[in-house]
């Protein structure tokens, strides 16, 4: 094992500091990686918190982190992908069984062995759980290391790993392309990416908000429209006529409004959590035959075709990067939505410490 600088978190209500973590050495098909750049997540403010603890209790001293780019520093000696320098990539998994059903089939994100990222039993045994990519590097199995387009910001980079993949992946399952239109349910972290990739896809892309003062950066996205969503008579004039609706909203919402947007055979997927079950009508559903459904992330093969994506198309999250010595002012504002749209720590800043 080596020790590498990190910012972690010893209890529930104890700021993110600085620290000093293990790492194991790399095995035959590890690739140890220098991080770069590592997003913030929603996520990681609900984990440091313990908020999640009725679904994934967390384990403290926690090191979040799961967007993460960085240089390949190491290689074991089995590893074919990757070669020391490459630039290289981590998202939400470390690791899966392989074996169950939804691996085989390259859906490792549903695999009920998983190891995500951090806040995982370690299965190697270097710690309790899984640190994350609030660090200086990090070794992973190389089946779970992604390649980084090299003509992408490397910034803008790091949220695509969690942001990105979560939004792409309904986008495609649900088959949006040219002619679609899509609607997309908030404009922040998650509902920018949305916006982005739909209309990447050729997608007629309608946002819904409650800030008309986002009409411009929505349009600015890529967006072909902006609905105020409190104003009954703009939502009224799309009744019906949505193909596809991305909801990002992790506030308590009237589902149901967005439901009666759809055409027949339409769909809603949810990529927000709210806190309290959403109460849906029947008649909502049965007089379309629509559908609402789900979406976390997706595989490792899903997430690489999401980079290849993002470098043809020049596609990156809007971010704005901190130093890590500001995370824990950049959890207060995330809370307030106070970013566009995603926080990026430079993890060059670490060294100073």
Known sequence: MYNTKAYSAATATSP???????RRDPTAHDVQIEILFCGICHSDVHSVRNEWSSV????????????????????????????????????????????????KIGLENFCPN????????????????TYGGYSDSIVVDERFVLRVPSNLDLAGVAPL??????????LRHW????GKKVGVVGLGGLGHMGVKFAHAFGAHVVVFTTSPNKTED??????????????????QQHAGSFDFILDTVSANHDINAYLNLLTRDGNIT???????????????????????????????????????????HNITADVEVIPIQKVNEAYERLLKSDVKYRFCIDMASLKSE
């Open 218 to 235: 929505a349009l600015r996205l890529g967006a072909d429209e902006v609905v105020v969503s409190r104003n009954t008579d703009e939502m």
């Open 16 to 22: 993110l500091d600085s620290a000093t973590i293990a």
């Open 114 to 129: 998983l190891t995500l990222t951090f806040n995982s039993p370690d299965k190697h045994k270097t710690a309790p759980v």
């Open 161 to 170: 790993l969690c942001a990105g993949i979560t939004t792409y992946s309904p």
């Open 175 to 178: 088959g949006i392309t040219e």
């Open 56 to 103: 994934m209790p967390t384990t403290y001293p926690i090191v979040p982190g799961h967007e993460i780019v960085g240089r390949v520093t190491k290689v074991g000696s089995a590893v074919t992908k990757y070669k020391p320098d490459d630039l290289a990539a981590v998202g939400c998994l470390v690791d899966s069984d392989g074996t169950c059903p939804n691996c």
């Open 270 to 312: 949810l990529v927000g959590a709210p806190e309290n079950p959403l109460e849906v009508s029947a008649f909502s559903l049965i007089m379309g035959r629509r559908s609402l459904s789900g979406s976390n992330i997706g595989g490792i093969a899903e997430t690489q075709e999401m980079l290849d994506f993002c470098g043809e």
